[in-house]
């Protein structure tokens, strides 16, 4: 019986890239596998040749003989030779494991993702909490903090054998890092028990880090705070978070800005607000204000007579500076119209003379109860 084409039997189109020959060859695994099929007598012979078509496709030098000659190309006469050119010279351990990780990987832990015989181990990153005030983001600052981390232990340079030897490979995996059993139809990879995924182990571990090649320490950084910072604005500090294992690369340190409430401003974004009391008076006959601005200076802002609570003025350029440069925000002057209390009774004589007198002068409440007897009247009728 004729061959199946190797492209139809995992699914996918003669021009598929390697990723997609790979996700046609893990849903095929996954669909025709022996365990999941015990009813379906076809579907070994079927899951073998999906490993075949596999094990040609995806090695560049065979895929490229097998679109010029096809089948062919893997039969006598064509230069091919078991284990190399012949599609069936590959075991199934080494097509599926390609995938073993897409399928099992949480399963057993990761699988082979971070494979061992790799000695050093990249550090962890960092993250640092900084609390700032509304002027600092302003202003921008330099600011030094401390911060207790990992860092490569000095008596053994970061390798965590004692004197500073190298660390031997591991007996029980030879350096890989992981050892594999045989589980029926499958090869099962797990993380050596003996070293720990690292590959390597150290006899005479280091006094002063215990064998893993660093130490915990408080440091000193100073950090740089642009102007413009925002709460949510993170800094990027590389290399300076904890020291890696046995001589690895440190990770890094990632400083998370929040910028503390003040106590005349509300921000919102580069934009400022600010709600500033205005005396009756001043707001029903107009005038100027001194108004403060968050650099220290100070603004004098013009009041119009009939201003009323919530009337908002802009002071342009008074707000924050923009991040990554360009225009800086607005200020918002924001007028709160305030009541006067604890009158004397010749205040309250005074007022009410002038209540007398403004009955046209109140636009607002005239329209407003002048809607509110039209409702009685039809509620009435």
Request: with cysteine; glycine share 16%; proline share 4%.
């Amino acid at each position: 019986m004729s061959k199946r084409d190797y492209y139809e039997v995992l699914g996918v189109s003669k021009g598929a890239s390697a990723d997609e020959i790979k996700k046609g060859y893990r849903q095929k695994a996954k669909q025709l596998h022996p365990d999941r099929n015990a009813d379906n007598p076809n579907a070994e012979a079927e899951f073998k040749e999906a490993n075949e078509a596999y094990e040609v496709l995806k090695d560049a030098d065979k895929k490229a003989a097998y679109d010029r000659f096809g089948h062919a190309a893997f039969e006598g006469g064509m230069g091919g030779r078991p284990g190399a050119g012949h599609p069936g010279g590959g075991d199934f351990a080494s097509a599926f494991s390609d995938v073993f990780d897409d399928l099992f990987g949480d399963i057993m832990g990761g699988g082979r993702r971070g494979g061992g015989g790799q000695r050093a181990v990249r550090g962890s990153d960092l993250r640092y909490s900084l609390r700032i005030t509304l002027e600092d983001a302003f202003n921008g600052m330099q600011k030094t903090i401390q911060v207790t981390t990992a860092v490569g232990c000095e008596t053994c340079n970061g390798s965590g054998a004692e004197g500073g030897a190298e660390p031997q490979n591991c007996p029980t995996c030879a350096g890989m890092g992981k050892v594999r059993a045989s589980q029926g139809f499958f090869t099962v990879e797990r993380t050596c028990p003996t070293c720990s995924g690292m590959g390597q182990i150290i006899k005479n571990p280091c006094k002063g880090c215990g064998g893993a090649g660093r130490v915990e320490k408080e440091r000193s950084l100073s950090v740089n705070i642009p102007a413009g910072v925002e709460t949510g604005t993170r800094i990027r500090l590389a290399g300076e978070g904890e020291a890696g294992m046995r001589g690895g690369p440190s990770g890094d340190l990632y400083i998370f800005i929040e910028v503390a409430e003040h106590q005349l401003f509300q921000r919102d974004g580069p934009s400022l607000y600010c709600r500033v009391p205005v005396s009756m008076i001043t707001a029903a006959i107009g005038g100027d204000i001194e108004v403060p601005t968050i650099d220290g200076g100070r603004s004098r802002v013009k009041v119009p007579s009939g201003s009323q609570s919530g009337r908002q003025m802009r002071l342009r350029g008074k707000g924050m500076p923009a991040l990554r440069g360009g225009t800086a925000g607005d200020m918002m002057i924001e007028l709160a119209v305030e009541t006067p209390v604890n009158l004397t009774s010749r205040q309250k004589e005074l007022l009410g003379e002038f209540e007398k007198l403004s009955e046209e002068n109140n636009p607002e409440s005239s329209g407003f109860f002048k809607k509110v007897k039209t409702f009685w009247d039809g509620m009435t009728s």
